[in-house]
């Protein structure tokens, strides 16, 4: 009775899906994965107030999101691994005074008005403000960057908690692809033992020369199975004289 051929998993023709919120950069792991892996990857930039949705409706197997530099609570549906840091920067219209400092202390701010992204509904937007003098505006440098403008300074600032990227997925994913890509946004290499991809290669065994056989030991050669000739009966004895010989 013939049984049908095995069918591919749901993950063999569907590509890895990832999300990013503004400010992320993920050209370098996403090179990387095609260097390495067949399969394809769709990468898309998501707002921060969606991103989280987006990963448990499973519209993403995974996400790079933005997370308060200290007193980040991991959902319990989630893992989490925080990267880097993301420097603050305070924008402010290009003839603002701050335009004379290269860096300025949050202690140097204050009695200023600042904006709220959120509340202007977003980074753009806040920006845009900023540039009309009606405040100064806090958010990440990358994001800055990202939305940057001509009539807009933007300057570090120190002295205040920034805020970090994470990565994170779904603790009930099955998907080892997703453990391949956030091996690489590790900085793990293609033959680390760490790395999914390289478990599942067979392990390449050195093949072993066995020694060359003693001659007259081949199974059914000369002398084979022959048992070791005996010597004649007495042979080494000195002989036992005969009576009477030897004497005078």
């Not at 920034?162 to 009930?172: F, K």
Request: charged share 25%.
């Amino acid at each position: 009775m013939s049984q049908a051929p095995p069918q591919p998993s749901s993950t063999a023709h569907s590509p890895l899906k990832i999300a990013y919120v503004p400010g992320v950069t993920p050209g370098k792991w996403i090179s990387r994965w095609n260097e390495r892996r067949g399969r394809a990857l769709d990468a898309a930039q998501v707002e921060e107030d969606r991103i989280l949705a987006v990963l448990r409706s499973r519209e993403a197997d995974l996400v790079f999101l933005r997370i308060p530099e200290e007193g980040f609570e991991r959902p319990a549906d989630l893992h989490a691994i925080p990267l880097y840091r993301e420097q603050p920067v305070v924008a402010a219209p290009k003839d603002h005074p701050l335009a004379a400092f290269d860096e300025v202390h949050l202690a140097d701010l204050s009695g200023e008005s600042f904006l709220d992204a959120v509340e202007l509904g977003s980074p753009a937007m806040a920006l845009e403000v900023a540039a009309s003098g009606a405040g100064l505006l806090i958010l990440p440098m990358s994001v800055a960057r990202l939305h940057s403008r001509r009539d807009v300074i933007t300057r570090p600032v120190q002295g205040m908690e920034g805020s970090r990227i994470a990565v994170a997925w779904l603790q009930e994913t099955e998907d080892q692809d997703v453990d391949e890509f956030i091996g690489i946004v590790r900085g793990r290499t293609a033959n680390s033992s760490r790395q999914p991809s390289s478990r599942q290669e067979p392990a390449k065994k050195k093949a072993r020369k066995a020694p060359a056989p003693a001659a007259g030991s081949k199974a059914g050669g000369k002398g084979a199975g022959r048992p070791a000739r005996q010597g004649k009966p007495g042979a080494g004895r000195t002989p036992r004289r005969k009576p009477g010989k030897g004497r005078a």
